[in-house]
């Protein structure tokens, strides 16, 4: 080695000085070690939510849920702990949700969740009839979801991911087949990462829609007030100005209310709006 070649002088003050040097070294290892390690985790509770359709039922069949803890660009699909089976999207709308899962993780940055379907996908319309919805394969291998906003996993808080599925656009129609098809459009947000509207719609016998469009005609979220109480909720809204347009039925006038805005973790109420015939 080359330090056996050196004069006994200068051998001496080089272990001194690379002895001390090793120790650093080490001890810096040894922190970052247990840095990465500390054992400490965090939790990520996942959500089911929905934005409602002209349906009884839109039963969509829930296999998996798994969260990308990817490090350096390389995935690593980690999966949630749920009750897997059929949720029918309609019970969980104007701000219902229902707990899919949760997971315990190690610190650190998630951006894409995958939601797994199953084959048991079905639609009841207004009359009664059931049909089946058709899922493509590709579907069933998993949806990838990303989160609007990348959460950044500190050890000890729970964090909580809501999985918005939007069953009016996601349900399409085949032709005059009487076949149905589930595509899914499904939008994600995390707790305090958006705002919530608020508001009440009457009466119920306009069968109104509520929609929250940013800019000219980019549709963010929509709601279907409750036929009796005429609430309406949308929640994880990014702050922004917003106008909301009201459709409505049976010779009620629709409506245009503006500005509406919008802050994160706030509840914007628009009160209640009495349709005009």
């Known amino acids: 080695m080359f330090l056996e070649n050196l004069h006994p002088i200068k051998m001496i003050i080089m272990k001194k000085i690379l002895f001390p040097l090793a120790l650093l070294v080490a001890g810096l290892l040894v922190f970052e ?62 701000g219902m949700d229902v707990l899919l899962g949760t997971i315990d993780l190690p610190e650190g940055n998630i951006s894409r969740m995958r939601l797994v379907l199953g084959s048991n996908n079905s639609l009841v319309d207004s009359a009664g009839n059931s049909y089946e919805l058709k899922t493509p394969s590709a579907q069933q291998s998993g949806l990838k979801l990303n989160l609007k906003t990348d959460v950044d996993l500190v050890a000890g808080i ?14 399409v129609k ?14 994600t947000f ?18 109104s829609w509520v929609y929250a469009i940013r800019g000219t005609d980019d549709t963010v979220a929509s709601a279907k007030p409750d036929s009796t109480t005429g609430m309406f909720m949308m929640k994880g809204i990014g702050a ?16 245009v209310i503006t500005p509406v805005v919008v802050t994160v973790g706030a509840v914007t109420d628009i009160g209640t709006v009495t349709l005009k015939q």
């Not at 076949?179 to 499904?186: D, G, Q, S, T």
């Not at 922004?240 to 409506?255: H, M, Q, R, V």
């Open 174 to 187: 085949a032709g005059n087949s009487g076949n149905y098809i589930l595509k899914p459009v499904i939008r």
């Open 240 to 255: 922004d100005t917003y106008k909301l347009g009201i459709d409505a039925k049976n010779n009620y006038k629709d409506t």
């Open 190 to 207: 995390v707790e305090a990462s958006g705002g919530t509207i608020k508001g009440i719609v009457l009466p119920g016998a306009a069968e």
């Open 33 to 94: 070690s247990c840095k990465k390690n500390s054992g400490g985790s965090a939790k990520l509770a996942i959500y089911l939510t929905d934005d409602p359709a002209d349906y009884a039922e839109v039963n969509i069949d829930i296999k998996e849920v798994l969260v990308d803890i990817s490090d350096n660009g390389t995935e690593n699909w980690q999966s949630v702990a749920i009750t897997p089976g059929i949720y029918n999207l309609l019970d969980f709308r104007n």
């Open 158 to 171: 729970t964090y909580k991911v809501w999985i918005d599925f939007d069953a009016g656009r996601s349900v």
